[in-house]
């Protein structure tokens, strides 16, 4: 915010090229009726319309100045509704700031002395809320004619620069200080938009709270409300008189020798207004000055209560965090807890087997006792018995080495039979050979 009013706001001197620029107001442009019909006289006989363009080319640019002005003044407030519609505003003053111009430019070249006098009487500011005590007229002496010819030449140029100088580049001039003034308005405006997004990953009462905060701090009042309200009225009521001042009003017709008088009146009178207007100015620029320092304080007293809020933030998501730590911890401790508490189960399990496996095994040594004792009673047995197939076996060797001995001894008497026989069978055939020959013998 003070970024913006530093970059907006000189602080050598306040910003006076617009108002110098910009000097009347609407309501403003309302002139004393002697005065008005002192210029209403010479343009009903007048049959040109170059100087009825000028006068209205005049009037278009104090009404086009007043609005600038007003419009300004509620750009400069710091309302929602005012900065969203601020290039909307730019442009269109600009183009009415340009055609003003086109038509100033066109009436410049034949803008007679009284148009002279009426646009710079135009030009000059007054006091528009309060009314301001006419300084008494008095009647001065009658000068010569060259010095007055002189003061009437010196007033027609000088009515004609300050006429001419706002027309010239009021476009240029409009544009540039509403676009500076535009521009941290419409920034500041998008950072009120953009509301802070509430850190994700907080639990509901966490992000309920956070979002309450938001709400709050987008309903805090805009600062030096009071003020707002006051110069919003202040513009109704200068479009109010603009209006009033904009209806035709008959004037009536002064005669040759009191138009003097009335110009003087009108000249003190708008001096008095410019006087009033000066000192209401700097009021306004001392209350301008206030309403900067109460931004100021506002502003500061937002970026505590921003810092605070992102602190807060800060610390909540860090909370966040941990309780998200805290709750992966207590998950993991209670998945350790299942895996501890299956194992256990698994242990139990294991222990009833083995239970079950050790009176098993129990049973079978109380078995296995019992088949050894009923063995140790058998071997005892099979020892006897053993012992008495032991005499049997050497009665048997003896009767088995008694039956060797036989049957060597028959196969001893085998042997010799078996040579008898072949003995007996070779003589047999010696015997089948000799029959033989004695049956060839006995045939041949």
Do not use: C, W
């Not at 009013?5 to 442009?29: C, G, H, I, M, Q």
């Not at 200068?238 to 002064?254: C, D, I, S, T, V």
């Not at 006087?275 to 209401?280: I, M, P, T």
């Amino acid at each position: 915010m003070k970024r913006a009013f530093d970059s907006n706001v000189s602080r050598a001197k306040p910003r006076t090229r617009l108002l110098d620029a910009l000097a009347p107001e609407p309501e403003e442009s309302s002139i004393s009726p002697d005065l008005a019909a002192l210029i209403a006289r010479p343009r009903a006989s007048l049959p040109d319309r170059r100087p009825a363009e000028g006068a209205k080319a005049a009037a278009a640019t104090a009404v086009l100045a007043g609005a600038v002005a007003a419009e300004v003044s509620a750009t400069r407030a710091p309302a929602p509704a005012r900065r969203d519609g601020l290039v909307e505003v730019e442009a269109k003053l600009a183009d009415q700031a340009s055609q003003v111009a086109h038509e100033a430019s066109r009436a410049r070249g034949g803008l007679p002395a009284h148009m002279a006098r009426a646009a710079a009487s135009a030009q000059q500011p007054a006091a528009p809320s309060r009314p301001v005590e006419s300084m008494p007229a008095t009647t001065p002496a009658p000068q010569p004619r060259a010095e007055a010819a002189r003061s009437s030449a010196s007033t027609t140029a000088h009515a004609r620069e300050r006429f001419e100088r706002p027309s010239a580049d009021l476009a240029a001039t409009v544009r540039e200080e509403l676009r500076s003034a535009a521009r941290p308005m419409v920034q500041q405006a998008a950072e009120t938009k953009a509301a802070p997004s509430v850190p994700t990953g907080l639990s509901a009462d966490l992000a309920q709270t956070v979002s309450r905060a938001h709400a709050g701090r987008t309903r805090i009042p805009a600062p030096a409300a009071e003020t707002v309200r006051e110069g919003r009225a202040r513009i109704e009521e200068l479009r109010g008189r603009l209006m009033a001042a904009q209806e035709p009003k008959p004037a009536p017709l002064l005669p040759p020798g009191g138009a003097a008088a009335a110009v003087r009146n009108a000249v003190t009178d708008l001096r008095a207004r410019l006087a009033a207007a000066v000192s209401e100015r700097d009021t306004i620029a001392k209350t301008l000055e206030a309403t900067r320092d109460d931004l100021r304080r506002v502003s500061q007293e937002l970026t505590e209560r921003t810092k605070a809020l992102a602190a807060a933030e800060t610390v909540a998501a860090e909370r966040a965090r941990v309780a998200e730590e805290l709750v992966a911890e207590a998950e993991a401790l209670a998945e350790e807890r299942d895996q501890a508490l299956s194992r256990i189960l698994e242990l139990k399990s294991l222990d009833e087997q083995q239970l079950r496996l050790l009176a098993d095994a129990e049973r079978a040594l109380a078995e296995r006792d019992q088949r050894l004792e009923r063995g140790a009673y058998e071997a005892t047995e099979l020892l006897g018995l053993v012992d008495a197939q032991a005499i049997e076996l050497e009665e048997l060797q003896a009767r088995l080495m008694e039956r060797t001995t036989e049957r060597d001894a028959a196969l001893g008497r085998a042997a010799g039979l078996e040579a008898d026989l072949e003995r007996h069978r070779g003589t047999s055939e010696a015997l089948a050979e000799l029959q033989r020959l004695v049956a060839s013998e006995s045939n041949g």
